[in-house]
């Protein structure tokens, strides 16, 4: 696998191009995905990504983009001043609806995410992008899963007990809650939060990638 920090190098470069064209396009809607960990949400990210032909940003690509002053400078610098005024408009607008005091690494977080957002043909997953960008520019998946299937998924996936995999699961679910709640006041499970909810213990990664793609098509 490629590193992180030449993914977003060639990202970047990608959006300097796309800026000196200045296309007039109206950019498609962002797909943000937030999945229950075991769900199998990265493999439908990746498969709707390669069906639309989409930028694929995950938890380490994002991180990698707020974390990095350097680095976020650059990605926000890939607009142009009315898409840095947007972004800061959007920006603003999730802060006040939300009535968040957000801390200087959030405040990043969200301009990277508009950033992405304002440049569109992405799906992004997980970091709570569905309660930053506006309603005009996302369409909010969230996939879901049985506990037992998501057990059972990660201890395939990663060779360990169904005792260990439940403690993965378990954790790794109370911290997506936690983070949630405390930047965004939100309940990550709440289903209003979300345009399209997938059930993976009752369609394939596949079949759920494909009613993605429909409703974007």
Not at 31 to 56: C, K, Y
Not at 82 to 90: F, K, P, Q
Not at 97 to 123: C, F, N, S
Not at 150 to 175: F, N
Request: net charge positive; with cysteine.
């Amino acid at each position: 696998m490629r590193a992180i920090q030449q993914i977003i190098e060639e990202q970047v470069r990608r959006w300097e191009i796309l800026r000196k064209e200045k296309t007039s396009a109206k950019p498609m809607p962002v797909i943000t995905l937030s999945r229950e960990p075991g769900s199998g949400g990265q493999l439908v990210a990746q498969a709707v990504a390669e069906r639309l032909h989409l930028d694929l940003f995950d938890q380490k690509i994002i991180n990698a983009m707020a974390e990095n002053a350097d680095t976020s400078i650059r990605v926000i610098r890939t607009l142009d001043e009315r898409g840095v005024s947007m972004i800061e408009d959007w920006v603003s607008a999730a802060i006040s609806e939300r009535h968040l005091w957000p801390d200087e690494v959030l405040q990043v977080l969200m301009k990277v995410v508009g950033t992405i957002g304002r440049h569109g043909k992405a799906i992004i997953v997980g970091r709570g992008t569905n309660f930053i960008l506006p309603p005009e520019a996302r369409f909010r998946v969230r996939i879901i899963a049985p506990l037992e299937r998501r057990i059972r998924r990660v201890a395939e996936t990663y060779g360990v007990s169904l005792s260990d995999a439940k403690r993965r699961v378990l954790r790794t679910e109370s911290d997506r809650k936690a983070f949630v709640r405390k930047y965004f006041h939100s309940d990550i499970g709440d289903p209003a939060n979300y345009d399209m909810i997938l059930n993976t213990g009752t369609m394939s990664i596949e079949s759920a990638a494909a009613a993605i793609c429909a409703v974007m098509a």
